[in-house]
Every structure is written in structure tokens, then in C-alpha cells.
């Protein structure tokens, strides 16, 4: 049996290219059950072959101006990584990852990093928590693809967001 342990700081990762509802959700209840969340922004330079749409320096803004925007600010710190994230969490103290699930094709590849998370770093918890069901159909992904089209995203991202989506792609 397994010695009984608080975890006092949870680091909840991703690229946030850009933060969305759906990111901040997240955040806010991993802040339910950990007094310190840490808001890792991953460089993810070879993201899906091509890299984020927006720089490190660019996400880490936005989810700091996003998460002041929604009024989630106690306990929570916005910090960048260029490591594997069970290195990230050692270096932050953090003693868990706190991950959102939409579907079972984020619980597929959750599972397996997770897994490899656990052999590298036994002592790193990882805690899945279901979307909301207002969120549960919003990525980053589709955010930018709509702000290409010129969508409204609106409904999908915080003001300040939506404002750094139209100077990345202005229409024309």
C-alpha cells in the first residue's frame, strides 16, 4: 500500500495556440482540488509537422491576459517549458498533471503518455478530468481555422484572444 500524500501544486500543460474556454475550464477546476496550478506552456516546436501558429513568448501572454480576463489569477502561474514535462513538473514541485479529455481520441493518446509518464516519474500523478459539455467540442485547432475564415470565435475564446486571432489572420 501506498503511503497517503497531498499534492499541493498540479501543472496543467499544452500549447494554448491559443488558450480557449476549454484550456481555462480546465485550469479552474484543477484549482478545485490544488491550491497551486501551473499553467505550462510547451514550446511545441514540431507540433503536427508545422509548428504553433503563434510564438512562446505570444502564448504565454495570451494565457496570462486570457486567465486575468476570467478572473482566475489566485494560485495560478503561467510559466513556458523546452523539457519533457515530467522534468517540468520536478522543476516546478509540482506532484500531479491535470489533463481535459473531449473524447476517447484524447483519452487514447492521454493513456499512453500518461503511461510513460508513470515509468519515468512515479511520484507524478496524473488526473483526467472530463470536459464540460459547453467545451467539449472547442481545440485550438478549430479556433484557428475558423479566425482564417474570418468565424466568429467569440464563443470559444476569451476578448484578448480573439484579438490576437484577428491580427494573425486579418481579412481581407
Known sequence: MSERRTIERAVVPGTFD???YGHIDVIRRALLFCPQVTVGVAASLGKHGTGPAFSLEERVEMAKEALEACDVREG?????FNSLLVDFC???G???VVKGLRAMTD???ELQQADLNCRMAPDVESIFVMSSPEYGYVS???VRELASFGGDVDLLVPPCVARHLATRYPQK
Open 18 to 20: 491559443p488558450i480557449t
Open 90 to 92: 520536478h522543476r516546478v
Open 94 to 96: 509540482a506532484g500531479a
Open 140 to 142: 485550438s485547432s478549430i
Open 76 to 80: 495560478v502561474e503561467v510559466v513556458p
Open 107 to 109: 483519452f487514447e493518446y
